[in-house]
């Protein structure tokens, strides 16, 4: 700490132990890659979401990983190497997660400058889960709506016919009064 | 340890190291040649070794008393050592690994391990 820095402003030293800080502790996985696939920066969260695929590997490169997990992303990065900005909008893949789970991680890739390419990776596990338990829902509502009623059990009939007890269409009722 | 002059000799690999780390006071720590982070059974740093701090670029007074899998080690927050620490009320085993030390992947050799009824949990991080 040099303590030439003006007071309430923090000196670079501890800026950049902030800024490791934040990155460690940033729940987004994130990567720094070249063009070929060579890991200069990595974060935690993207070690942990990734650690099943990396196995006893060294992380040194990316594109081997990708290559199990999602093969076009490295055509997208390594092909057209100009081109600058988000490079794909986001593909989902699978990973095992635990023993008997897997979780679901959205991946996308930017370059942000020539050479520099940032990978990141999102949890989107609970979505996925939710997505899930909305359909389990929907198909059982639906078996239930399908189910024949019991006698007795569902809404008077009408002699119309209609369902709705004492209505029927406009037209039935006109020609009834009539 | 009666002797507290003699140098703490420990090896990564020993089948006895736990029994050993068991007995060495945590102000004697930073004498261990391998990576130690000694952790209580929510997970809290309670000990953090020079060697450790020299690789990761954290300071130890900026990690004790921080949740090690929340806070410091954030790459290791899943089932493969988190959960096995939860899980295990005894543990010792080895696992190829990567560390995000000072933001580079950094192979890693763990090796987790708790005794039954210890408050203390460890991780020895060696590189490979």
């Known amino acids: 700490m040099s303590g030439d820095a003006p007071p309430g402003r923090r000196d670079d030293a501890q800026e950049l132990q902030d800024l490791r800080q934040f990155f460690y502790q940033c729940p987004v996985g994130l990567f720094e890659i070249d063009d070929d696939g060579l890991v200069y920066k990595v974060n935690p969260a993207a070690v942990a979401m990734l650690a099943p695929a990396i196995g006893s590997g060294d992380l040194a490169k990316l594109f081997p990983i990708l290559d199990q997990l999602a093969p076009q992303m490295i055509s997208v990065i390594s092909q057209d190497r100009a081109r600058m900005g988000p490079l794909a909008a986001g593909e989902r893949i699978l990973i095992p997660a635990e023993a008997h789970g897997v979780s679901s991680l959205e991946i996308r890739a930017v370059r942000v400058a020539a050479g520099r390419v940032m990978v990141v990776l999102l949890d989107v596990s609970a979505e996925r889960r939710l997505a899930a338990e909305g359909d389990r829902l929907f198909v059982r509502k639906r078996r239930l709506m399908r189910r024949p009623l019991r006698p007795g059990t569902g809404p008077k009939q009408s002699p119309s016919g209609s369902g709705r007890p004492g209505t029927g269409c406009r037209r039935c009722r006109r020609s009834r009064l009539a | ?128």
């Open chain 2, 1 to 128: 340890m009666t002797n507290s002059a003699a140098s703490v000799c420990l090896i990564f690999d020993d089948p006895g190291l736990l029994e050993n780390l068991e007995t060495i006071p945590l102000d004697r720590i930073d004498e261990i040649g391998f990576g130690l982070i000694v952790i209580n059974r929510s997970g809290e740093v309670t000990g953090y070794n020079a060697s450790e701090s020299k690789r990761s670029g954290l300071a130890v007074e900026r990690v004790l008393g921080r949740n090690f899998f929340v806070d410091v080690g954030p790459c290791t927050n899943n089932y493969l050592v988190a959960q096995r620490f939860l899980d295990c009320d005894e543990l010792d085993e080895q696992l190829d690994y990567v560390f995000t030390f000072r933001m580079a992947p950094t192979p890693v050799r763990l090796r987790m391990l708790a005794r039954a009824g210890s408050p203390r949990q460890y991780l020895a991080v060696r590189s490979r």
